[in-house]
């Protein structure tokens, strides 16, 4: 039903930024931001209300990420500014009927975009 499709990932020298974006379809009320890495557990990264008055962040990216929605485009971004190499992970955007950190709260994921810092 809400189709999610990530893109934006790439290899990033510490320090550098990334614009991650997630293109949907559907009504996809609340989006978050998840993260991935190899042997770990999926991680909150950022949420985000349907009408945009609402974010929270991860104590890991707060002061260096924001994430921002374009309802007119059905898209959500995720700006990552001063990258470290322990933000290397697969990232994956999620829609869900509520407003929540929780990773299984969400009903929809799109395929995930790698992100990789060195350095």
């Known amino acids: 039903q809400v189709q999610l499709v990530e893109s934006g990932g790439g290899l990033v020298q510490a320090g550098g930024s990334l614009r991650l974006s997630c293109a949907a379809s559907g009504h996809t009320y609340a989006m978050g931001w998840f993260r991935q890495a190899p042997g770990k557990e999926r991680e909150f990264v950022a949420i985000?209300?349907?009408?945009?008055?609402?974010?929270q962040y991860s104590d890991s990216v707060k002061g260096r990420a924001t994430i921002s929605r374009d309802n007119a485009k059905n898209t959500v971004y995720l700006q990552m500014n001063n990258l470290k190499p322990e933000d290397t992970a697969v990232y994956y955007c999620?829609?869900?009927?509520?407003?929540?950190?929780?990773?299984?709260?969400?009903?929809?994921w799109g395929q995930g975009t790698q992100v990789t810092v060195s350095s």
């Open positions: 999620a829609a869900g009927p509520k407003y929540t950190t929780y990773s299984r709260s969400f009903d929809y």
């Open positions: 985000i209300s349907w009408s945009g008055d609402f974010t």
